[in-house]
């Protein structure tokens, strides 16, 4: 039989019908997860074609993106202060009523960021086909599922159906041997990543990482690492699940338990790639060699070595219009450079070992004069545990703001914005124009990054204040 | 939604590589609930200043680009976040092509099911057309051609059942709702 590779195994697994030269394949949805902000319009559709959801069992609703991370605005206790958004929790709210959709809203314990919350609940499970309107989706693929963003249209599509159509996507894998360093992160991994591949590197590809660097990853670093496939173009990131993967998921709420665990560890221990399967491309990296990344421009792939000057292409129009948004000449340094803004939070780097690293930082510590620090849990359980692991008092005790969960600063659409020509160095996955805000300067980099950085007032190597 | 076959137009330009979505249509217009009425918060960051004054300079804003209905971009247009307000925002704005040399991969796949057609050139056509803005081009879905004003037919790739759909007007909605059958079987043998 001809090697598989792990992707191919979890596609031809979903194919209720093959594709052909004239038609995409019709691939089936295990997990179709959804939220306030890619979804009213599709609800509508089903709406005026007299739909019903076709499996509300296998859709898990959240509200993250629009929502305020003000304790009295999440409960209720003032109106929701953008008003445009509380429309939309409250569209959100009556759409999953009349389709019969559970929603984790306002003011339940398991809301949070929606691809937070589908890990911690034991929603995602190696194997599955997941999707949701959010170009993150990639974070599954950390558990060894197919996992992808889609539209606003295609939302409609798996709430009708329960199916895609989808033309087969190539492969990349992405090899990283060694291991990362002290002080260097899953982030600074996958920005290096990036950087090497370029913004569109992965394009129409679905990634498998591999390789000893990656094996040694815990489920909170193998999600970083996929959730930020997208950023370098690809649809989907996979790793195949391992021990590491079954430990994280036994007991968790929607994992299976008793036989039905044994059966699915049977299952889930064929999801690898075999030996001899072939990928579209390959890419090698050694984890070893990498250093604390920051990015100094306008997408995720204007990245650097924290220590490195930034890159200087004088006759480069478009490098010349990104460090003119940034306000950065190229040669300059970026360490040492006066930030406003740090934000530890969004669906790339707002775990509890998130928290965990950028607390080990701040412990005893306080955040630098002129500097506004946000910290941002990635769900109301990841809250929980990070109060009563005293993280939150770390993060107070420093002068940090220490708010509900949801995407909060990563987004710019729900209050939490970075004011115009700010500089912010942020855990989140974009530093795209105006992401963070109208004018908002954004420097992507790991929670130690950001915490070093909201110590010292200025961009600086977190390994000076670890160990 | 209305076939689409063939149409003619002058092109705008934006000669800048990776536009992203956010620039395409900033968050902060998310929070709608409809598809309607996003054309004029297409590019608002580059469009507008702090007042919300039109910029004079900003290529959509001057005369030449009204009634254009290709925009012609640098590589990787689209990527970023998978918001489909990106499409519809584009199409409210008047324009039903997207020419580069790449266009993200989410992008294309929300374009193609709105009717606004997401065209890949070779490095050639794309630099040609990068350095003749305005140029008057034909578009012919039937045949996937762009056809440059020197009477020149590039041919372009697109997906042949989005391009069936789009074609014939058909929406993809309908073709999955017919393999109910199929999707019942594949539901009581992978339970």
Redesign the interface.
Same mark, same amino acid.
């Given at each position: 039989m001809k090697p598989k590779t792990l992707f191919e195994k979890v596609w031809e697994?979903h194919e209720?019908?093959p594709e052909t030269?004239?038609?995409?394949a019709?691939l089936?949805i295990d997990l179709h997860l959804i939220h306030e902000?890619?979804t009213?319009?599709a609800f509508?559709?089903l709406r005026a074609?007299g739909?019903r959801v076709?499996r509300p069992d296998r859709t898990l609703a959240t509200l993250d #993106?629009?929502t305020p991370t003000d304790p009295a605005e999440v409960f209720g206790r003032v109106p929701i202060k953008?008003e445009?958004?509380a429309?939309?929790v409250r569209?959100m709210e009556k759409n999953c009523r009349e389709f019969g959709i559970d929603l984790f809203g306002l003011g339940s314990e398991q809301r949070g960021i929606v691809h937070v919350i589908g890990p911690e609940l034991g929603a995602t499970q190696p194997g599955k086909t997941i999707v949701c309107?959010?170009?993150h989706t990639a974070t599954h693929g950390a558990f060894g599922a197919l996992a992808f963003?889609?539209?606003?249209?295609?939302v409609? #599509?798996v709430l009708?159906?329960?199916?895609?159509?989808q033309?087969r996507?190539k492969t990349l894998a992405i090899e990283v041997s060694g291991r990362l360093r002290d002080a260097v992160t899953a982030k600074d991994l996958i920005l290096a990543i990036i950087g090497r591949i370029g913004?569109?590197g992965g394009?129409?590809h679905v990634i498998e990482y591999r390789g000893s660097a990656i094996e040694a990853l815990s489920m909170d670093e193998r999600m970083t690492v996929c959730n930020m496939s997208?950023?370098g173009?690809a649809?989907a990131g996979m790793i195949a699940p391992d021990a590491t993967t079954f430990a994280y998921l036994e007991g968790r709420p929607f994992a299976p338990r008793g036989d039905a665990w044994e059966r699915a560890l049977e299952r889930w221990r064929s999801l690898r790639s075999d030996d001899g399967a072939r990928y579209d491309r390959v890419v090698e990296i050694d984890a070893s060699r990498l250093e604390p990344m920051i990015t100094y421009g306008t997408?995720p792939?204007m990245v650097v070595p924290i220590t490195a000057p930034v890159p200087d292409h004088p006759s480069d129009?478009?490098h010349a219009?990104s460090l003119a948004y940034m306000g950065l000449k190229g040669g300059e340094q970026l360490l040492g450079k006066p930030v406003q803004v740090v934000f530890v939070g969004s669906c790339t780097n707002a775990r509890l070992s998130d928290l965990e690293q950028a607390a080990s930082v701040l412990r005893g510590r306080k955040v630098a004069n002129g500097v506004r620090m946000l910290v941002v849990p990635g769900s109301q359980q990841v809250k929980r545990e990070a109060e009563a692991r005293g993280l939150a008092q770390v993060f107070t005790d420093a002068g940090a703001e220490w708010r509900e969960s949801g995407c909060s600063m990563c987004?710019?659409?729900n209050g939490d914005i970075v004011a115009?020509g700010q500089y912010a160095v942020s855990t989140s996955n974009?530093n795209?124009?105006?992401?963070q805000g109208?004018?908002a300067r954004t420097l992507l980099a790991s929670p130690l990054t950001a915490a070093a950085a909201a110590v010292a007032g200025r961009v600086s190597d977190p390994r000076e204040f670890i160990g | 939604m209305q076939p689409i076959s063939t149409f003619n137009s002058r092109t705008v330009v934006l000669p800048y590589t990776n536009i992203d979505t956010d620039q395409i249509i900033p968050a902060r217009f998310l929070t709608t609930t409809t598809k309607e009425g996003l054309g004029k918060q297409a590019f608002a960051d580059w469009r507008y200043d702090a007042s919300g004054a039109p910029k004079p300079d900003f290529v959509l804003n001057r005369p030449e680009a009204a009634g254009c209905s290709i925009l012609v971009a640098g590589r990787n247009f689209g990527c970023g976040s998978s918001r489909e307000h990106a499409p519809w925002a584009l199409l409210d704005c008047g324009f039903r092509a997207v020419v580069s040399t790449e266009i993200a991969d989410i992008f294309r796949s929300n374009s193609l099911k709105n009717g606004l057609l997401p065209i890949v050139v070779d490095e050639q056509t794309h630099a040609w057309l990068l350095a003749h803005p305005g140029a008057a081009l034909t578009v012919d879905l039937q045949a996937s051609t762009l056809t440059l004003p020197d009477g020149t037919a590039v041919e372009f790739p697109i997906e042949a059942f989005a391009r069936y759909c789009l074609l014939n007007g058909i929406d993809e909605l309908g073709f999955l709702l017919q393999q109910a059958e199929a999707i019942a079987r594949y539901e009581q043998t992978h339970a």
């Open positions: 697994q209720v019908v030269a004239d038609a995409p019709v089936y902000v890619t009213p319009q509508a559709q074609q739909l076709r #993106h629009s953008v445009s958004a429309r939309q569209e309107g959010d170009s963003g889609i539209g606003t249209t295609e409609g #599509h009708a159906t329960q199916c895609l159509l033309r996507p913004v569109s394009t129409s997208i950023e173009g649809r997408n792939g129009a478009v219009k987004i710019g659409m115009k974009r795209f124009e105006g992401r109208p004018g | -």
